[in-house]
């Protein structure tokens, strides 16, 4: 394909697409990148410039663009079969891959609710959580508590529980409104945010009394606690310690409210461990995973519970208990194989540890901009890090929204070969976990080039 041609599919896009989370005015001077193929973590455009995946396609990529063994499970599963309804049938590869992750998340969740994408996951929980308390003989427990820069997804059901304004703040009259308690992100850029020199374990248990007195009163009004574990991605990469989750799980316990955490953007190693209410020991009445569970590859995502609650669904259909949700291609068997694959490959090594290791090495090599006078934060949590840009640094007196700081780094990036698409003026690293050392020192190298010059006026 000619660089004609790639500019040709620019304006053919531009002319039908309306493309996500953009603001469309924004492309008659910000070019759209065409992309043609991927290779690893590397993306190529029509003339083969070529572009590290620094963001591993919005969190979705965990071993590489097209990995041998993902492409190979899938041509062979396109010869046998390519779609059944899952309502009166089933099929092997989704048989198998429930068995799987039943062995492999955490506890006791062994039943498995298959949707389209993370979105679609978060409805089912929340349905699934208010149905329990119908069936159960409590249908008063119709509310859900939320975190100060949850976002859970663009459903109406999941732009509910988020609390990010951002997403949120158009469509407030139309959805329903969660109790919003302030999270413990342990971030300092945040109003009101982690005082200098208390200890992140410290933070967060000071902030989960907030959390405490929330249940205490709305208990018995309340469905389920849903949060996000340990980062708080689409915020900012919003972090905090696990002592929050241990304590949320054990309080959830006490007053009989379900804990629905949504891993669909921390799960499969990118916290450091598996999933990551492991660092807390937590077992959830919930778990939805999607965007790594294909490593990347085709949309799905599920929903996890356990058997008691599975249980107050099974009965007569009379007798109206039934959990009546479907999407069209609930558990299609091509996407499962997808992830069969991936869950293969994420048994051939330690791959927590080799995580943690690069996570590490990243933020290592990004350390000298812990003094650059326009970096309020740097953190780390397995192989996500995030810097978070301010007019002042030392201060933590953020930029306006509106000077997009970030934007200039990302700009920078492409200049370079990078994806670094950041979020508001925080710029991020979440790249796919086939990211060689060599590789982590040189986007530490590009972003440290783009933040100078980003903030040099």
């Known amino acids: 394909m000619s660089k004609d041609s790639a500019a040709a599919l620019v304006e053919r896009s531009l002319a039908h697409v309306w493309h996500p989370c953009t603001q469309m005015k924004d492309h008659e001077w910000l070019p759209l990148v065409p992309i043609t193929r991927g290779e690893g973590a590397w993306l190529y455009g029509p003339d083969d410039k070529r572009y590290f995946d620094a963001v591993s396609a919005w969190w979705t990529n965990l071993f590489g663009h097209r990995h041998p063994h993902i492409v190979s499970r899938l041509k062979e599963q396109l ?9 009166g049938f089933t099929h092997p590869p989704v048989v198998e891959l429930s068995e799987r992750l039943a062995r492999i998340t955490p506890g006791d969740l062994s039943r498995c609710m298959y949707t389209d994408n993370g979105s679609s996951a978060v409805e089912v929980a929340l349905k699934m959580s208010h149905h329990y308390w119908v069936n159960s003989g409590k249908p008063e427990k119709t509310r859900f508590i939320a975190l100060s820069g949850s976002y859970h997804g663009e459903t109406l059901g999941a732009l509910a529980v988020s609390s990010t304004g951002l997403y949120r703040d ?3 009259q139309l959805l329903l409104e969660p109790i919003v308690v302030r999270g413990p992100d342990c971030g300092i850029l945040e109003p009101g945010g982690r005082p200098p020199g208390r200890s992140w374990e410290d933070h967060a248990r000071a ?7 929330a249940l205490e009163q709305y208990a018995d009004t309340t469905a389920a606690v849903i949060v996000e574990p340990l980062i708080q991605c689409a915020s900012g990469m919003r972090m905090w310690p696990p002592i929050y989750l241990k304590l949320l799980s054990e309080a959830c316990k006490r007053h009989g409210v379900h804990l629905i955490a949504d891993e669909i953007a921390v799960g499969f190693c990118r916290t450091g461990k598996l999933f990551a209410c492991e660092w807390a020991d937590v077992t959830p009445d919930f778990m939805c995973l999607s965007k790594g569970l294909t490593g990347g590859t085709l949309p799905l995502a599920v929903c996890l519970t ?3 609650i599975y249980q107050a669904f099974y009965d007569d259909y009379a007798s109206g208990k039934a959990f009546l949700h479907s999407h069209s291609y609930t558990g299609n068997p091509i996407t499962c194989t997808a992830a069969l694959a991936t869950l293969d490959i994420l048994e051939q090594r330690d791959w927590p540890a080799h995580v943690r290791n690069l996570g590490q090495r990243l933020y290592g090599a990004l350390s000298e901009l812990s003094r650059h006078p326009h970096v309020a934060d740097i953190r780390q949590q ?20 509106g000077e997009r700081r970030g934007l200039r780094v ?8 990078a994806l670094l698409r950041p979020l508001g003026n925080t710029v991020y690293f979440m790249p796919p976990y086939v990211t060689t050392p060599e590789e982590i020192d040189w986007l530490a190298e590009v972003a440290i080039e783009g933040i100078h010059s980003a903030t040099a006026d």
């Open 79 to 87: 010869d046998t079969l390519d779609h059944v309804m899952l309502a």
């Open 382 to 401: 397995g192989l996500v890090v995030a810097v978070d840009l301010a007019q002042d640094g030392p201060a933590a007196k953020p930029y306006a929204a």
């Open 207 to 213: 902030r989960f009394k907030e959390m405490e007195r």
């Open 170 to 172: 158009a469509y407030k």
């Open 306 to 308: 356990n058997e008691h």
């Open 410 to 417: 990302y700009q920078h990036g492409l200049t370079r070969g």
